[in-house]
């Protein structure tokens, strides 16, 4: 997640190696600094950078088959969010948070579910986002009340009856 005083500081600190040497990391971070910055050409650039490196990794791993902690199926879902391919977007979301359901992995399929929260946030699926919080919220996941008051992932959830109580806590 993208949580900086100063995104211009941090973007410039952005390197390939501070993501570990991901490229689809880096593209998605990257995109993800531009979309806060509302440069949505540049987000745009980077998410189809992403999605060009991820749909070559699914391709050359078998099936329904996760690879490390993250499913390559949810980051390229956050890559079609991010270029407005909602369907798209949706439906490999699903499928990379079923890959690693959170009773068999209970540190990557938070993480998918979370994963999950961002696509239907980013695609404007506001009900079903809230319902995927709360259910990370009433398990060990790395959401919180106090990240969800200042990510600006969640910008478009303020205002929401629903989100708002989630935040204050009821």
């Known amino acids: 997640r993208v949580l900086a005083a100063d995104y211009h500081d941090a973007l410039t ?3 390939l190696q501070a993501v570990g040497g991901d490229s689809a ?4 971070t990257k995109a993800e600094f ?6 949505i050409p540049a987000a745009h650039a980077y998410y189809d950078s992403a999605r060009v490196v991820l749909a070559a990794k699914m391709a050359a791993r078998p099936p329904n088959k996760a690879s490390g902690q993250q499913p390559v ?3 390229l ?3 079609y969010a991010g270029l407005g391919r909602k369907a798209d977007a949706i439906r490999l979301g699903q499928e990379g948070a079923q890959l690693v359901p959170v009773p068999r992995d209970a540190l990557a399929g938070p993480r998918a579910v979370l994963d999950l929260v961002e696509i239907y946030v980013r695609t404007g699926e506001y009900d079903a986002a809230l319902d995927q919080l709360e259910y990370l919220l009433s398990i060990p996941s790395p959401v919180s009340l106090p990240l969800l008051r ?3 992932l969640y910008t478009p959830l303020r205002g929401n009856p629903r989100f708002e109580r989630l935040v204050a806590g009821h």
Do not use: S
């Open 13 to 15: 600190r952005l390197t």
């Open 25 to 28: 990391g880096y593209y998605l």
């Open 34 to 39: 531009y979309a806060v910055k509302n440069d």
């Open 73 to 75: 199926e949810t980051q």
């Open 77 to 79: 879902a956050l890559a």
């Open 150 to 152: 200042v990510d600006p």
